[in-house]
């Protein structure tokens, strides 16, 4: 997968995209219950950015890869080439099941990997 030279630095924004929040919260509401979820998006919110490894995400989440082939992660392979900012993923570390709930960014974090799998993946966790 190596690593491409346009992506010498995949740019962030400073925070979470506001409407990212809305999606965490629609996934989620398939996982938890309604006051669990509104917890979790209010912690969330107030939660410090912070970084993992892309692969190191991948790993804990228990997720599989999508190809390059999806829309949404072609859509923010896009984003990097053009050095546009991405927004940071919302993680939930879901204790009763050992592993990391993606609640926002999932495609943007297949993105990335593609790039390079050791990429460093700005996020909040709860």
Not at 1 to 23: R, T
Not at 91 to 111: F, P, W
Request: charged content about 35%; proline content about 2%.
């Amino acid at each position: 997968m190596g690593k491409d030279a346009e992506s010498d630095e995949i740019k962030w924004l400073s925070d979470v995209e506001d409407h990212d929040y809305s999606a965490a919260e629609s996934y989620l509401l398939l996982l938890y219950g309604e006051n669990e979820v509104r917890k979790i998006i209010s912690d969330l919110r107030k939660a410090e950015i912070t970084q993992f490894k892309a692969k190191d995400i991948f790993r804990a989440s228990e997720l599989s890869l999508l190809g390059i082939s999806n829309s949404h992660v072609d859509k923010d392979r896009k984003k990097i080439k053009a050095g546009t900012p991405l927004s940071p993923l919302l993680l939930v570390r879901d204790e009763k099941k050992g592993k990391v709930v993606i609640a926002d960014g999932y495609h943007r974090l297949c993105a990335i990997y593609g790039f390079d799998e050791d990429a460093w993946i700005k996020c909040k966790i709860i």
